[in-house]
């Protein structure tokens, strides 16, 4: 039953990307995933959305033109 808030009070999550790092490493070692839910403060829906195909973790904007050593040797 999802927890009901009063006037003002919002949801506030307890838990960063280290800790979802952990609860899916825990999990592929064979904890379940209700376990590590509890274990780690996370909703269970936010780890089997972490563990399916759909989740991918990509980086702001568009790739970079350069180099790193290109880069480097503009700026130096």
């Excluded at 009901?4 to 379940?32: C, H, M, P």
């Excluded at 195909?53 to 880069?71: A, S, V, Y």
Aim: charged content about 35%.
């Amino acid at each position: 039953m999802p927890k009901i808030f009063t006037s003002g009070e919002r949801y506030k999550k307890n838990y960063d990307g280290r800790d979802i790092e952990q609860a899916v490493e825990a999990i592929k070692k064979g904890l379940s995933r209700k376990q590590a839910s509890k274990e780690y403060g996370i909703p269970r829906a936010t780890l089997q959305f972490r563990l399916s195909n759909k989740f991918k973790k990509t980086g702001h904007g568009p790739p970079p033109i350069l180099t790193q050593d290109e880069e480097e040797l503009l700026v130096h």
